[in-house]
């Protein structure tokens, strides 16, 4: 169990090569004790981005605040706060604030070996079928 305000988690800069004013707080990850994914705060300063990539795994986003654009190779993609962003597996991808204030944005990746465990019952929001709660 963990319960923090975001700002009490260490906001880190983003140091892989191609990011230029990018940082991030890893809110819930394996060493919480989370088993399958990691959630993460993106914030991109005013012109800046994340590094132009492809992985293995899927990104989930929820924009929580400014505007930007996801850079693919199939053109940029504008998006702006309340929007949400899936990002499948081996999607060259990269964020790119193009408003002048500061970019914020969840990011929920599984973690690279999920621990296996046993599932109780199946989730009936999965795919998004029950909706009356």
Do not use: Q
């Not at 991030?24 to 590094?51: H, Y």
């Not at 309340?82 to 990002?87: A, L, M, Q």
């Amino acid at each position: 169990m963990k319960l923090k305000h975001y700002s009490d988690i260490p906001l880190e800069a983003v140091t892989m090569e191609g990011a230029r004013g990018a940082s991030i707080r890893w809110l819930i990850s394996e060493k919480d004790g989370a088993p399958n994914f990691a959630t993460r705060m993106f914030e991109v300063a005013a012109g800046g981005f994340t590094p132009y990539h492809t992985h293995s795994w899927e990104h989930e986003n929820y924009i929580l605040s400014g505007e930007g654009v996801l850079v693919t190779e199939e053109g940029d993609k504008p998006f702006k706060e309340g929007d949400v962003i899936y990002v499948p597996p081996f999607y060259k991808h990269s964020y790119r604030n193009t408003g002048s204030g500061v970019l914020k944005f969840l990011c929920i990746i599984p973690h690279p070996e999920a621990v296996d465990v046993p599932k109780k019952k199946v989730n009936p929001f999965a795919k998004g079928v029950a909706n009356n709660c």
